[in-house]
C-alpha cells in the first residue's frame, strides 16, 4: 500500500502564493509518476500538474503561475500569482505499476 499525505494548505489573498507538499510512504514502486489535482465546489476534480522533468503537464490555467518539483518520493506545488479560481481541494496523485494512490487533500482557499 502506498499512502500520500498533503500538507501546505491554507487561505491567501489573491496575488500570494502557497507551496503544497505531498510525501509518499510505503510499498512505493521505484517507477511512479506523482502529480496534483483539484477539485473546486460544484466541479469536477481535474489535473493540475503532473509529472517529471521534460515530460511535465500542466493544466492551461495554472501555466507560468505553478510549478510542480519532485523529491524520491515527495512532490512539490509552487503555486505563485493565486486566483480566487484557484480555490478548491488539492489532491496529490500517485501512479505506479498500473495502480493510481490519492492523498486526501488540502484545501487552498485564495480570498481578500
Known amino acids: 500500500q502506498v499512502q500520500l499525505v498533503e500538507s501546505g494548505g491554507g487561505l491567501v489573498q489573491p496575488g500570494g502564493s502557497l507551496r503544497l507538499s505531498c510525501a509518499a510512504s510505503?510499498?512505493?514502486?521505484?517507477?511512479?509518476?506523482m502529480g496534483w489535482y483539484r477539485q473546486a465546489p460544484g466541479k469536477e476534480r481535474e489535473l493540475v500538474a503532473s509529472g517529471t522533468g521534460v515530460n511535465i503537464n500542466y493544466v492551461d490555467s495554472v501555466k507560468g503561475r505553478f510549478t510542480i518539483s519532485r523529491g524520491k518520493n515527495t512532490v512539490y506545488l509552487q503555486m505563485n500569482s493565486l486566483k480566487p479560481e484557484d480555490t478548491a481541494v488539492y489532491y496529490c496523485?500517485?501512479?505506479?505499476?498500473?495502480?493510481?494512490?490519492w492523498g486526501k487533500g488540502t484545501l487552498v482557499t485564495v480570498s481578500s
Open positions: 510505503g510499498s512505493i514502486p521505484s517507477f511512479n509518476i
Open positions: 496523485h500517485l501512479r505506479a505499476s498500473g495502480m493510481e494512490y
